[in-house]
């Protein structure tokens, strides 16, 4: 398996090298700077095989950018895996608690001094040269003044009058949704003029982690300290804590990571050995147990966690907890009631992966609950615990559209029972990682397939779905793209060709990188992607040997720049078909059932 994926990596170099991440391939004079710098004592040449140097990935899958004060880096909620490094200059990071993608900018910051506390920024040791393929080259970090510019976005100024977390030369940034695949949780603007980066994009840093040990290591161990650093700046229960104790809580907290950010191949395992997935919850990693009694409370940082009761021999679901929400509060506070230790009345599990920190009971207890706001604002923290419909907003017309439709049988999804094997089967079956699930209610549908009718004609002759899939109470989940939380199928591709569209999120292929290895295929736990013989492309595929036809991995784009939207869903006579977040499926069948 290894000597496919090192053969796959191979082969995706020579691809995306044909074009290197910048407008050029970073000159070997401003490697040698980069080189000397005090980050690559951390590398070892001699672990990278010789047509893979680390030279070479600096070179091609790294570029510069040169900025001025105040603009942007990356804004906070946008979709990114690249990883900067600071060669000259600062940059600030700044959390906005009011709005993801912009706008008014929070007063509350975590404190500089507990990046210190950490120790961040002291992971990699200074050294003034760096072996590289057995020739030591010296360099001046300072001399790191490249012509290439990469224009970055200007920002507005609305944010000065927010308290700024700073990082400075020889610092990485942005490992945290590189690794784990998240949004970007801040924005980071230059700190002044002439601030010049390192931007390397995920493909080059998935290398320098697969062959490097010392780089994988220190780059665990600085998304670990970004991660508790992310947790106290962002989460709401810390509001209204003050510094010196906010220090104290970080001292005392614990970061923990339970299952792997490569989980789908277990999952894959897992369901071919259980078949319908029931048993599922009992191979998850325990996180926390019911029936034990508290002795912290647990704040998730990333990832998704089942929160399950016993239910005769095995579990049963009864919630989410998702990042930046909080599991052990209610039983914290009826405990305080009756001033007595209380036990835990749910399991807390990781689905897949879950990065979460841990703070004492008596830590919490002297530091944060004073200063909780009771009343309403704590009501809406124990609210977080409740499976609920994540954002009606997003979606107003849904409801309606379906009410209007058949007005006769009050809706669609009437037959659909709110039932904890409804959530079961959301949880078990991992649809619940989808942001944008196509579903068919089987009682509606003609067979007709139009919808596979209208994708084909759409794509250029190819259905980008399968309609067939798992079902549960006459609604089943087709086998198309969707769009994951968590899009497990970014890991592996080595041109970069499968990605996120950073402002929608949509997870797209670009076809023209695409080198037809099947790693997102092979990677994606759900089977949507499929690789497809795609004739007449052969000559506009990088890497290729010429021929009149290749395989191409294919799969839904949700009908990205059709202004009439998705194709297959406006093509079903009936209704039957809809594309929705699968976190919304419970409360809309209940709601849609009581009128």
Sequence with gaps: MKDISIKSRKAGMRSRWDKPFGDEKI????LRKIFALPFFSTFDAGQFPDDLPLAGIIANDARILRLNKDQRVFRQGENGTSVFLILCGSVCSRYNRHNRMGGEQTTTQTPGSLKSMLNIGKIFAPVSSTKISGK???GNASQVLPD???SATPASRDHLNSRDFFMYAGELFGISSALNRRPRQHSVFANGNDTVLLEIRLAGLRELRFWSDNFRRVSDALYRDRALISVFNTAEIFTGVD???LQYIAQHSRFEA???????????RDCTNLGSGSGMAEREPVIAEEGHYQNDIIIVHAGLVRLSKKDGDGERTSGLLKDGEIFGLDEFIKSQSEAAPRALRTTLRAIGYADIVRVPTPIFEDHIWPALHHGEDLKALLGWQKFKDDDQSSRPGLIGRARQKYAASKSQFKHLKPQHGFVDFLVDNRIINGTSVMAIDQARCLDCDECLRACAETHSGTARFIR????????MITRACMHC??????IDCPTGAIARNPQTGDVIIEEDICIGCAACANACPYDNIRMEQVDGMAGRLPGRDGGISTMLAVKCDHCIGNKGGAACQHACPTGALVRVDPKQFRQMSARLEEN
């Design 258 to 268: 339970f299952g792997s950010f490569n989980w789908m191949h277990k999952f894959k």
């Design 485 to 490: 939380v968590d899009a497990v199928c970014l």
């Design 148 to 150: 290439t510019i990469v």
């Design 468 to 475: 067939d899939g798992k079902v549960q109470n006459n609604l």
């Design 243 to 245: 510094r010196n104790a």
């Design 136 to 138: 030591k080259i010296n």
């Design 27 to 30: 000159s070997d004079g401003l």
